[in-house]
């Protein structure tokens, strides 16, 4: 049996957690103007792409209130991939390339990191493309440790 990449999500405590923070601000850097707007929801979720060995390909562009809404929001994307348009971006503050793909002119999918040559760049879209056409969907949410300065709190296990 092989093993196939998979969509996982991680809940968060809040859009002002100390662990949802890296998320923002990588998706500030990819989509500049574009990046989503902030807004409070009850229960922030992501979804990200990982291969067999956990490595993450690429995350949602969007965050969602709940695991419900992000799971539909993977299945959205993966049915919608036909229609996606790759876009190239420089990080210009370390001339890092990165890469984000919009549906129907809407960022709907992100790098999850930076690549050194525009060629390294154009290999992970074709690799997180054919990844996620693929890939199984989570069942649950992985809850996120907030490691704020009231120290560890956290929001319990696995969610479905």
Known sequence: MAVQP????????SVDSTEFRPW????????GKLSPVRRDVADPTVWQLVTANNRELARSA???DGFGSARDAAKATVASL????PHSVVDDRKGLHGWYLSIEGAPDVVC???????????QAVAVAVGALA????????????????NGLAER???RP
């Open 82 to 85: 036909a229609k996606a348009v």
């Open 24 to 31: 923002i601000e990588h998706l500030d850097r990819v989509l």
């Open 156 to 158: 319990g296990a696995s």
């Open 134 to 149: 693929g890939a199984t969907l989570g069942e649950g949410a992985r809850v996120a440790v907030d490691r704020s300065s």
């Open 112 to 122: 999850a990191r930076w690549y050194l040559a525009d060629r390294e760049r154009t």
């Open 62 to 64: 969007g965050l969602f």
């Open 6 to 13: 998979r969509v996982i999500f991680t809940q968060f405590s």
